[in-house]
């Protein structure tokens, strides 16, 4: 008996060992069949062609190879190593083909074709493509469902497709078009911003580097880079590979008939910023860190090496960055950065970007920086114009191009800018850019055009990006801000609403003025602020925030929307604007009230309820009417007996408010009266208040006027 149950368990163990086998059998065949379903992603391996050729052991090959990029004339190109499957957690397809090789035969047009872009440097072309394809090109026509045999042309076609499109033969060429031939020394970091700055443009995360020992040293050679594609063959950054370079490797070019760009450049181009358009975007800092110093002067971005085409070399110095420790007033004061983090690495970067470049051309040691920086300096403070005339350029704006103009947000006309520009420097010596911000676009900097001695100005022609209509923003001295003290606002028992009449503010400030102000706004009240204050009016109110200014950025679209059309400003940028009102006069009411002092919205809409449900915007529009006067253009005069009637009428009795007029003298230098705003007295129960005061220094007259223009909306 028990023989017998022995004799059953080797049987048993017999045939599961047999069925495992069986099983592992058909997994593998299975896996022979199917694993290439599984791969979701594609590495393009593109060689620089040149290190292959450099980092050859054998001088024969070396030769052999360089005579054939001379025959190609592919010194200074990327060529194709190969497409292959891959799964992007990083693993390796080993071979596709596991059965014997195909030997693959184009006809000559794709040879022809494929001999430049897909060579074999070091093998045959034949056996390069037959290695390619039976390694991985053979799962990509498997995926397709196609003939492995018949349709290798469709996986060699892909590939050079990818690779041409986006022109990744001329990746070196487009960030280091000047480069002499040898061995350079670049930063892993560096170099992958200049790639995604290029016209590629190629995101870091969708590449990696590799790079092969140099053959002659310790020192890494760049021979490749990985560019990584999802299944669709889209870019991607899903694929799981490192980068194998150090943080600082060698390429080296073939570049046999370039010079160096510090020999090559024939012009400078000294560039001046106009500070506060940068402020536009960046905020209440950067305004904050523009007033520390001297207002609505041009300051210094840099003296660009340049050549005729009007390109400025993408990088001096290649290698690791000469860092800038130590600067002059000069420097500290005129060549200030609005949007990094410190000065020092602005300077770094023109330095090592542009003024390497000064200091190889002029034959002193690169490490020498303040060399350039003077140099800048001097050319900064003392240019020389067509008349021979020595301008200095951080005067070049308020100076010699809009002398006398208005503080707040301009409106510049381009051909105007380039008419004085002319003027001072001649034809095409100039030319000037502009930042767009929020659909308009604002005077970012000014160029003039140096020849390499400094002594005259050299014509590369005339260069702008601008409109036709474009925008400057001049700032004023505000000085310190006057705090409100710091009970007021507990202590203050009423509010000024006030509306303000903007044809008079432009009248005042120009017709940029005017021309910042919406359609809705034209010939009509518009919001100006809730202000608290005293019944005795013995305090001057300050700031209610102190220093502490809350930006604003409204969320709320429909309130935005009223603000943009009811509250605006006619010189300064609206968010500016109401950054005024709400710090020194809404932080204040939020707190009376125990609401949020963060929620200024809260306090924006309770001004527009009390603008738009006393219908303040149309007092003059429904006085006219009622007057049976027809509004036009020019200065229309309002009786004010008239108007008060009218307006007690709505229910404001004249000791409730009062008429605000500024002196305005037209081109015949005769003064007027005309009105600028109207304060409407309330309770902190918004209730009307009387006025218990004397009335206003710059009360309105009896007889005032209101300046109108164009046809009412």
Avoid at 72 to 94: A, H
Avoid at 171 to 178: C, K, N, S, T, W
Avoid at 669 to 677: A, K, M
Wanted: charged fraction near 25%; include cysteine; aromatic fraction near 16%.
């Amino acid at each position: 008996m028990e023989n017998k149950l022995y004799f059953l368990l080797i049987l048993v163990g017999c045939v599961l060992l047999f069925l495992g086998i069986i099983v592992s059998i058909i997994l593998l065949l299975m896996d022979k069949k199917e694993h290439w379903r599984d791969y979701d992603s594609y590495i393009l391996g593109i060689s620089w062609a040149p290190s292959i050729c450099y980092n050859q052991n054998d001088k024969t090959k070396e030769k052999d190879c360089f005579s054939k990029l001379d025959e190609l004339n592919i010194n200074t190109s990327f060529i194709i190593n190969g497409l292959r499957p891959e799964y992007s957690n990083g693993d390796d397809i080993e071979k596709c083909n596991k059965d014997e090789d195909i030997e693959i035969k184009f006809n000559d047009k794709l040879n022809k074709t494929l001999s430049t872009i897909w060579p074999g440097l070091t093998i045959s072309d034949n056996d390069k493509w037959n290695y390619e394809y039976n390694q991985y090109g053979y799962c990509y026509i498997q995926r397709l469902r196609k003939n492995v045999e018949n349709n290798f042309t469709m996986y060699f076609n892909k590939t050079r497709d990818i690779f041409l499109e986006p022109q990744y033969y001329d990746l070196i060429e487009h960030v280091f078009p000047d480069t002499p031939q040898g061995l350079h020394t670049i930063l892993k970091q560096k170099f992958k911003t200049f790639i995604n700055e290029s016209t590629i443009a190629l995101d870091p995360s969708t590449y990696s580097l590799r790079c092969e020992k140099n053959k002659d040293n310790n020192t890494f050679i760049l021979s490749e880079l990985w560019l990584n594609y999802d299944i669709d063959f889209n870019l991607t950054s899903k694929v799981k590979l490192e980068d194998n370079c150090p943080d600082r490797f060698d390429i080296y070019f073939r570049n046999k008939n370039k010079i160096p760009v510090w020999e090559k450049f024939d012009h400078y181009v000294m560039t001046i910023f106009w500070p506060a358009t940068f402020c536009l975007s960046q905020g209440k800092e950067c305004y904050k860190k523009l007033k520390e110093g001297e207002l609505n002067i041009n300051t210094i971005h840099g003296l660009w090496p340049s050549y005729k085409d009007k390109n400025i070399p993408q990088w001096c110095n290649l290698d690791i960055n000469i860092e800038i420790n130590n600067s002059t007033n000069d420097m500290e004061t005129y060549w200030i950065n609005m949007d990094m983090e410190n000065n020092k690495q602005f300077w770094n970067h023109e330095y090592n970007k542009h003024g390497f470049c000064y200091n190889k051309r002029i034959n002193k040691p690169t490490e020498d920086y303040l060399l350039y920086f003077n140099k800048t300096i001097e050319v900064y403070n003392n240019i020389t114009n067509i008349a021979n005339q020595t301008i200095n350029l951080k005067d070049l704006m308020k100076q010699h191009l809009y002398p006398g103009i208005f503080a707040g947000m301009n409106k510049l006309s381009k051909s105007y800018l380039t008419t004085k520009l002319q003027e001072l420097f001649g034809n095409g010596t100039f030319g000037f850019t502009c930042l767009e911000f929020q659909g308009n676009y604002y005077l970012y900097e000014i160029k003039v055009f140096l020849d390499t001695s400094f002594t005259s100005l050299y014509t590369e022609g005339f260069d702008s990006n601008c409109p036709g209509e474009i925008y400057a923003e001049f700032l004023e001295n505000e000085g310190k801000k006057k705090q409100a003290p710091d009970n007021f606002y507990k202590e203050y028992d009423m509010y000024f609403f006030t509306i303000l009449w903007l044809g008079t503010t432009c009248h005042q400030k120009g017709p940029q003025c005017y021309e910042r102000i919406p359609n809705a706004t034209k010939n009509k009240f518009s919001l100006h602020g809730l202000w608290p204050n005293l019944r005795n009016g013995t305090v001057e109110q300050g700031f209610c925030n102190g220093p502490n200014d809350i930006e604003i950025d409204i969320k709320n679209e429909t309130l935005l929307n009223f603000m943009n059309n009811h509250y605006v400003s006619g010189y300064h940028t609206n968010p500016y604007f109401w950054g005024h009102e709400y710090n020194k006069h809404g932080y204040c009411y939020n707190q009376r009230v125990n609401h949020d002092v963060n929620d200024y919205e809260f306090f924006f809409q309770k001004s527009k309820d009390m603008f738009v449900d006393n219908n303040f915007e149309n007092l003059f529009v429904d006085f006219f009417a009622k007057e049976k006067i027809e509004i036009k253009v020019g200065d229309m005069e309002i009786n004010r007996t008239k108007f008060e009637s009218f307006f007690n009428d709505k229910g404001f009795s004249n000791d409730k408010y009062l008429i605000v007029c500024a002196n305005i003298t037209d081109e015949f230098n005769n003064t007027h009266p005309h009105i600028s705003e109207m304060r409407i007295r309330y309770d902190l129960d918004f209730n009307l208040l009387k006025n218990e005061t004397d009335k206003s220094e710059f009360d309105c007259p009896e007889i005032f006027y209101a300046q109108f223009f164009g046809k009412q909306n």
